[in-house]
């Protein structure tokens, strides 16, 4: 936003028809964010701009400087018959109702123009209103995609459970891994851990015969105290085998072994 000097002197050239494109733009991208008191001042220019004619008196000039200019040009003053034939008639200053009228349409413009400005503030706030439902609502279908995947796989006939405890970085969070070696799909849930940073992601892995093995990313934001994710091709060999399932915070993308911190520890049930 432009310091009040500056905004006086657009208004003032705007009024006097004095401005160039790049400053009348200049000018209407303030007025987009105007406040009240910035539209009270480009009326007052503009009246005061309209008034200005009305304000000048036009007088003749006396006899002996009209004839020292023309003794100067090397020309005779003209007569007072021939004044009066090449003399334009004087213009005369509009009607008080006509300045009113153009005052009254100026400011109906300016206020048409504010409404204008505030309806398109109004707009932007709704498309914005508009997006953020369209994002919990496809939040709210994963959500629920993921609680009928949960129920498909618990209700399996072998489903594995592995309950991870948390470990110095975060002791107060937990996690489960629910397992169906049928469809090799598997429900990761955790709880209370920290959000990743932005550069870093969570990594899930299965260690078998001492040998960890990368089984899904994850990330969690400020808000993710409880969240369930969908692993699908979990696990290829047999789970009996399997020694531990654990979390680490990885660089974002993941890595080949762990490198990390690790959160959660937890062994098959």
């Known amino acids: 936003m432009m310091n009040q000097t500056k905004f006086e002197e657009l208004c003032a050239s705007f009024a006097l028809g004095a401005l ?17 008191e910035q539209l009270e001042t480009l009326k007052s220019y ?36 021939q004044q009066d034939e090449a003399t334009p008639p004087r213009q005369i200053a509009p009607p008080a109702w006509i300045r009113a009228a ?12 504010y409404f204008t400005l505030n309806l398109n503030s109004e707009r932007i706030e709704l498309a914005e209103t508009v997006e953020q439902q369209r994002f919990e609502i496809l939040d709210l279908r994963d959500r629920v995609q993921v609680a009928e995947r949960y129920l498909e796989i618990i209700g399996s006939r072998n489903t594995y459970l592995v309950s991870m405890d948390g470990l110095e970085p975060s002791p107060s969070g937990f996690g489960r891994v629910f397992y169906d070696p049928e469809s090799r799909a598997a429900i990761l849930q955790v709880a209370n851990l920290p959000a990743s940073p932005p550069d870093k992601d969570y990594q899930l892995w299965v260690i078998r015969e001492g040998t960890p093995v990368s ?12 969240r369930y994710f969908v692993l699908e091709d979990f696990f290829e060999e047999d789970f009996e085998g399997v020694d531990a399932v654990a979390i680490t915070l990885e660089p974002e993308g993941g890595v080949p072994q762990p490198t990390g911190d690790m959160f959660l520890l937890g062994s098959p049930s």
């Open 20 to 36: 160039d494109d790049n400053e009348k733009q200049e000018l209407l991208r303030e007025l987009e964010e105007s406040r009240p």
């Open 102 to 113: 153009a005052v009254f349409l100026a400011a109906v413009c300016l206020v048409l123009l």
């Open 46 to 81: 503009m009246d005061t701009a309209e008034h200005l004619p009305a304000g000048v008196e036009q007088t003749d000039p006396p006899e002996h400087i009209r004839a020292a200019i023309f003794k100067e040009i090397g020309a005779a003053p003209a007569t007072e018959q």
């Open 215 to 226: 089984a899904g990313l994850f990330s969690l934001d400020v808000d993710d105290q409880k």
